[in-house]
C-alpha cells in the first residue's frame, strides 16, 4: 500500500475512531470508575474485537451483511439492545471511592469490550468502509487487509487512551457521591444515545 493511500485510510480511520461512540462511552466511564491502570483490559478486549471483525469483514462475511439486508438490521437490534443494557449498568453503578490500587469485581471485564465490536454497527461499518475503500484488488488484498489491519490498531490504541485518559482525569475531580451519581447517569444517557446514531 502507497503512504499516500495509508495516510488516507489512517484519517478516515481516526475520525471514526475519535468520534463519540460506544466504545468511547464505555472507555471514559470506565476510566473515570475505575482509573486509567484498570480499564487497560477493557480497551485491549475492544482492541481483538476490532481486529477479529475486520477479518471477518475482510474474509466474508461484510459480504453477507451487504447481500442480506436483514441481517443487517438483526445486527442493528442486537446492538441497541446491548447499548441499552450497557447504559443502564453504567448509570446505575453505586458509588465507589477511586482506589487504582484496589480490585473490584465491578469493573467492566475484558470479553465484554471484544463482545460490544461484534454487535456495534459503528464498528461494523467503520471496517467495511475501510475494506471497500482501502483495500487493494488481487495479490496486492492481503497486504493491503494488513496495512488496514495495523492502521486500525493505532488509531483505537491512540484514541482509546485519550478516552480512558479523559474519563481517568474526570474520576479525579469527581469527589462526592452525589457528583459520581450525576457522572455515571450522564454516561449512561450518552452510551443509550448511541442508539440513536444506529438508527438514523
Known sequence: MELSLFLSMLGFLWVAAITPGPNNMLLTASGANFGFLRTIPLLIGI?????????????????????????????????????????????????????????????????QGGLLQLINPKAWLMALGAVASFSLAGSEYLHSVVAISIGMFM????????????????????RSPRAWKI????????????????WR
Open 155 to 174: 488509531v483505537n490504541v491512540v484514541s482509546g487512551v485519550i478516552w480512558m485518559g479523559f474519563g481517568s482525569l474526570i474520576g479525579r475531580l469527581l
Open 183 to 198: 457522572f455515571n447517569l450522564a454516561m449512561g444517557l450518552l452510551t443509550a444515545a448511541c442508539v440513536l446514531l444506529i
Open 47 to 111: 482492541m481483538i474485537g476490532m481486529q477479529v471483525m475486520l477479518l471477518m469483514v475482510a474474509f466474508g462475511i461484510g459480504g453477507l451483511i451487504l447481500l442480506y439486508p436483514s441481517l443487517h438490521l438483526i445486527l442493528k437490534i442486537a446492538g441497541s439492545l446491548y447499548l441499552l443494557w450497557l447504559a443502564w449498568k453504567i448509570a446505575s453503578a453505586e458509588y465507589e471511592k477511586l482506589e487504582t490500587d484496589a480490585v473490584t469485581e465491578k469493573q467492566m471485564p475484558f470479553w
